[in-house]
């Protein structure tokens, strides 16, 4: 069974930083695209970055450029995102999400991934 765990959520200051995991089991993340979205309260859920099978950062939204990198421990089967000088805006439910590469369209469609982690809540607050 193909699954996805997203974990590492917390109360953050804003220009803090947080690192959250998704673990996979079910399949390796190395065959997979890997995606983080998140959901602002009264928000639509939204694609913020995604990586290849190949372990390489395919594409980020324009919110969180330079301020978070995505990467991938084959070993652990899990895709990190680390998160730096974190806004009030970032404050949503963090889900992970995987689809069979290639991704289709960007940025990346809800529709288009069939396995979703539980989500985990990252709330910066001062």
């Known amino acids: 069974e193909v699954q996805l765990q997203a974990s590492g959520g917390g109360l953050v200051q804003p220009g803090g930083s947080l690192r959250l995991s998704c673990a996979a089991s079910?399949?390796?993340?190395?065959?997979?695209?890997i995606c983080w979205f998140r959901q602002a309260p009264g928000k639509e859920r939204e694609a913020i970055f995604c990586?290849?099978?190949?372990?390489?950062?395919?594409w980020y939204a324009d919110s969180v450029k330079g301020r978070s990198t995505i990467s991938s421990d084959n070993a652990k089967n899990t895709v990190y995102l680390q998160m730096n000088s974190l806004k009030l805006e970032d404050t949503a439910v963090y889900y992970c999400?995987?689809?069979?590469?290639?991704?289709?369209?960007?940025?990346?469609?809800?529709?288009?991934?069939?396995?979703w982690g539980q989500g985990t809540l990252v709330t910066v607050s001062s």
């Open positions: 999400a995987g689809t069979l590469p290639p991704i289709k369209v960007y940025p990346p469609r809800l529709a288009d991934f069939g396995s």
């Open positions: 079910g399949f390796t993340v190395d065959d997979y695209a």
């Open positions: 990586i290849s099978g190949s372990g390489g950062a395919i």
